[in-house]
């Protein structure tokens, strides 16, 4: 059974920094993995998508990585600012099924 | 292009009673997927459909139910409610039309229904 974890639950830093999010599963047989954004009470937004064949994936000011054979994937945001402030969510397509991690709480102190 | 559009937004409803959320995804999307969020189990996918049938179907109870239109737009009900169906449902849609692209497509997701059972 495919289980994804997240690590750390939350994260405070301060404006400016460079921060690594962690994404971990469990069964290396997936079809891709997503991270999303959801900040509070909202729904959720697509920040980067990789397919079971890519080891990266870049848009801006964030990159994120996949490696199958060790179940790891993360997320480096580049020079954080207060907007990035969000729950940060990784979901792996398996197994005909999506699961999804319990996510990372950032805040970015200004 | 518009994005995925669900309402109501907001609901308050009463054990026992039913309610129907709906879901209108971006424009030549046509498959739908259901979530529900919660602070314990967090999200959790209810099902999907794609070209008004159901492909995937999550664990949750009978009373969960959904359909899908001609025009792609897509409701799920949940009958008999009780306090624990108190979540933030989410809809999402998806460009990808192979079978498995819920889980191989990038999802696009609305700002959900927040539904409190009292």
């Known amino acids: 059974k495919q289980e994804v974890t997240q690590i750390p639950a939350a994260l405070s830093v301060p404006e400016g920094e460079n921060l690594v999010l962690n994404c971990s599963f469990t069964?290396?047989?997936?079809?891709?993995l997503q991270w999303f954004r959801q900040d509070p009470g909202k729904g959720l937004t697509s920040l980067l998508l990789?397919?079971?064949s890519q080891r990266e994936q870049t848009s801006g000011r964030l990159n994120a990585s996949l490696d199958k054979s060790s179940g790891r994937s993360t997320l480096y945001i580049a020079a954080s600012q207060p907007g990035d402030s969000a729950t940060y969510l990784c979901a792996v397509g398996s197994n005909y099924q999506l699961i999804w991690g319990a996510g990372t709480k950032l805040i970015i102190k200004p | 292009k518009a994005g995925v559009t669900q309402t109501p937004r907001y609901l308050i409803k009463t054990r026992g009673q039913q309610v129907t959320l709906s879901c209108s995804p971006i424009s030549g999307h046509r498959s739908v997927s259901w979530y529900q969020q919660t602070p314990g189990q967090g999200l959790q996918f209810l099902f999907e459909?794609?070209?008004?049938?159901?492909?995937n179907k999550g664990n949750f109870p009978g009373r969960f139910s959904g359909r899908q239109f001609s025009n792609s737009r897509s409701e799920m009900n949940v009958s008999t409610l009780e306090l624990g169906d108190s979540a933030l449902y989410l809809c999402?849609?998806?460009?990808?039309?192979?079978?498995?692209?819920?889980?191989?497509?990038?999802?696009?997701f609305g700002e959900g229904s927040r539904l409190t059972v009292l």
């Open positions: 990789i397919q079971s």
């Open positions: 459909y794609f070209s008004e049938t159901q492909r």
């Open positions: 999402a849609s998806s460009p990808s039309e192979g079978t498995g692209s819920l889980w191989t497509g990038e999802l696009f």
């Open positions: 069964d290396s047989a997936i079809y891709n």
